[in-house]
């Protein structure tokens, strides 16, 4: 079991500077205390995650300020993207940071984010793919099929060239066990959480990925699963649970944008305008409650390892600590010397070859 630091909303601070500035402090933090890695994901058009239209230059910046922090989206909406300005503006930051990129990659699910290329959005499942295969094979130096500004047919290779042989992969799932699927087939990671709190959901998918694994003729034990919790770390449980609902709830209220785009790609009816205040309220205090079963690391460091074990116990092999959810960057920095706590016992346990 590894631990790596998660962004996903934003809200750390009042100004999009001072949050990048928490950020960064934070990544130092990761560095510093042998963190596996940090994600920072991709937002479009929304107060919720309005601090991230791309994570690369961001990632950029934390290049800068760290020396052994893994570097990964968290994820970058392929199907948002020229597999060009992909290949090379992730090669740029590959050369920047010393081989320690890993690009996570999500095929996007809001309509509004396909103001970039609206004639995607039909096919962005299987779009997501084949852009993956694109960027490495421009990555490894391949030549990619083209038209000039005269319409003539053209092959260019992307510049600079990367670090590493082979871009690592991540590919991000929710719920859909047919993603997770081909992710294991090609022997690619593998990102999700478990916000419905559907721990069986989660370790059958994670069954399936490591079948896919195997009948692809590599080794199950090779794949990698992350799993997105939300995570707040104190030395008093009750503390920690008063300091986190009200933050933790009102979070939950502002992904409405995101559920509404959800629920038009899975296509359902749901109309979220027409839930009264109370019942959006309530549904909410109830996840809360269900998140600190099992499903968080909201409570002590003690709380954390329990949950660690659930997490190892079906087949999670790194779980992403998302940090802020509705809570201010001095909330947040206050929780770190226990959060190293939780991460120095996980890498002795890892050491020793014990679960957590």
């Not at 300020?65 to 948002?80: E, I, K, P, Q, W």
């Not at 947040?332 to 959060?339: A, D, G």
Request: aromatic content about 8%; charged content about 25%.
């Amino acid at each position: 079991m590894r631990l790596s630091l998660m962004f996903f909303s934003g809200a750390l601070a009042d100004k999009a500077g001072d949050q990048y500035q928490t950020i960064l402090e934070l990544a130092e933090f990761a560095d510093q205390q042998g963190f596996c890695g940090i994600w920072l994901p991709e937002r479009h058009f929304s107060s919720f995650g309005a601090p991230f239209p791309n994570p690369l230059l961001l990632l950029a910046a934390v290049a800068a300020r760290t020396d052994r922090l893994t570097l990964r989206s968290g994820s970058l909406v392929a199907t948002l993207h020229d597999p060009l300005r992909m290949a090379e503006e992730l090669a740029v930051l590959d050369n920047l940071c010393g081989g320690r990129l890993e690009a996570g990659f999500a095929s996007g699910w809001l309509p509004s984010d396909f103001a970039f290329f609206p004639e995607r959005y039909e096919r962005r499942h299987a779009l997501l793919f084949e852009l993956i295969d694109q960027v490495q094979s421009l990555w490894q130096g391949g030549l990619h099929d083209a038209r000039s500004g005269t319409g003539e047919a053209i092959h260019v290779r992307t510049l600079p060239r990367p670090v590493q042989r082979d871009l690592p992969v991540w590919i991000a799932a929710a719920q859909s066990t047919e993603t997770i699927r081909s992710a294991g087939r090609r022997g690619e990671g593998v990102l999700t959480h478990v916000l419905d709190g559907n721990l069986q959901k989660l370790e059958e998918n994670i069954a399936a990925y490591r079948e896919e694994f195997e009948k692809a003729g590599r080794d199950p034990a090779d794949g990698r699963v992350a799993v997105m919790l939300h995570t707040f770390v104190g030395p008093d449980r009750d503390e920690v649970i008063e300091t986190v609902r009200d933050p933790y709830c009102e979070y939950l209220k502002t992904m409405a944008p995101l559920a509404r785009g959800l629920a038009t790609a899975r296509k359902r009816g749901l109309d979220l305008n027409r839930l009264n205040a109370g019942y959006v309220d309530q549904f909410a205090r109830i996840h809360f409650e269900r998140a600190l079963d099992g499903r968080s690391l909201i409570g002590t460091p003690q709380n954390a390892l329990d949950t660690l074990k659930i997490m190892q116990d079906i087949g999670v092999d790194e779980v992403a600590c998302l940090v802020d959810f509705g809570l201010r960057g001095e909330q947040v920095r206050r929780q770190l010397p226990y959060l190293s706590d939780v991460n120095d016992h996980v890498g002795r346990e890892a050491g020793q070859g014990d679960a957590p």
